[in-house]
């Protein structure tokens, strides 16, 4: 900043004004120092920032690579949180890095809050976190009341799903779970609470599935050759229904002309410019918004953490394209 100071010809403290957005700089002598820093190539010292500042500037924000649902909501909080002092500091889970690393390292670096998403620790561990540091759960609910959370409707985007099929008169449907992934327990729970209730016990099926294109072609391949190809297939999440497409389309079993194909997430990232999957949509632009917002809030100097559950259930919509259709009458469900 003495650097900017002594090319723009003012004051230090003038300067710093201008850098934090303060009033009590001039407009045009505004724009020179800008022009100058600029010009310098001045690049603010975001950690010295934090240390100055009576509170936390930065939100940890703890996430897994490889995840398209994961990349979608990582871009909204960045939407969420332009035109706010606050930035996000990352911190990525793989397969060489776990999880407790990955949010150790955000507290390490003072972050005043954290988003995890799609968290698979125990929400014990969680619970521990929360209280040294306000933290908001997205896509993960939470029973603990220290911990904020946002989620979409497994449940009620389920019986849209399965409304759907049975609506164009399919009455075998087979859900392709994906019991490591965060919420995967959730959501086969809902497909068998739905399908019960709707009467397609007998028609239902849960098979383990996966979060790839390869586990999905996989998985295709296997119904045919067994010959075992229900009339309606319900997959976890979007890139396992896109490799269930792939693999019976390969075999020569038309969709949805004799097998009918639903995703789940609806991420803008996996469509394909031939065939547009039927989808369940999750709406991660609200999904972080409402997240940077609970964070904030805990970021309060009069909101506090408090004690109480805080949880938000977003709804899920069912997007209809190509991929389903009314059931081919007068075939087996097993047959291909």
């Given at each position: 900043m003495r650097d900017v100071a002594r090319e723009a010809g003012v004051s230090q403290s003038l300067v710093s004004i201008v850098f934090r957005d303060a009033p009590g700089a001039g407009e045009q002598t505004r724009e020179r120092v800008l022009e100058v820093a600029r010009r310098l190539g001045y690049v603010r010292d975001e950690s010295a920032r934090s240390l100055r500042s009576t509170r936390p500037l930065s939100i940890g924000v703890c996430f897994r690579l490889g995840r398209p649902f994961h990349d979608a909501v990582l871009e909204g909080l960045y939407r969420a949180v332009a035109g706010t002092p606050y930035r996000l500091v990352l911190s990525a889970v793989s397969g060489s890095r776990a999880e407790e690393a990955a949010l150790d390292d955000l507290e390490a670096c003072r972050c005043g809050a954290l988003l995890v998403i799609g968290s698979l620790l125990e929400e014990s561990e969680l619970s521990v976190r929360a209280r040294r540091i306000p933290l908001v759960s997205v896509a993960r609910r939470c029973d603990s009341a220290e911990i904020d959370w946002v989620v979409s409707d497994?449940?009620?985007?389920?019986?849209?799903?399965?409304?759907?099929?049975?609506?164009?008169?399919?009455?075998?449907?087979?859900?392709?779970?994906?019991?490591?992934?965060?919420?995967?327990?959730?959501?086969?729970?809902?497909?068998?609470?739905?399908?019960?209730?709707?009467?397609?016990?007998?028609?239902?099926?849960?098979?383990?599935?996966?979060?790839?294109?390869e586990e999905g072609v996989r998985i295709a391949e296997e119904m045919v050759a067994a010959g075992n190809v229900p009339s309606a297939i319900i997959a976890s999440n979007d890139s396992l229904a896109l490799g269930v497409l792939g693999g019976l389309l390969r075999h020569g079993v038309g969709v949805p002309e004799r097998v009918s194909v639903i995703g789940m997430d609806d991420l803008k990232a996996l469509h394909r410019p031939r065939v547009k999957v039927t989808s369940l949509c999750q709406d991660t632009s609200r999904l972080a918004d409402l997240a940077i917002g609970r964070a904030l809030r805990r970021l309060s100097p009069a909101e506090g953490r408090g004690t109480r559950p805080r949880g938000t259930i977003l709804p899920m919509s069912l997007e209809v394209r190509d991929t389903t259709g009314p059931a081919t009458l007068g075939k087996r469900p097993g047959g291909a």
């Open positions: 497994d449940e009620g985007g389920m019986d849209r799903a399965v409304a759907h099929l049975q609506g164009l008169g399919h009455e075998s449907v087979t859900y392709l779970s994906c019991p490591g992934a965060s919420g995967g327990e959730n959501r086969e729970r809902a497909f068998r609470k739905v399908a019960q209730r709707l009467g397609l016990v007998g028609g239902a099926q849960v098979r383990v599935g996966g979060e790839s294109e």
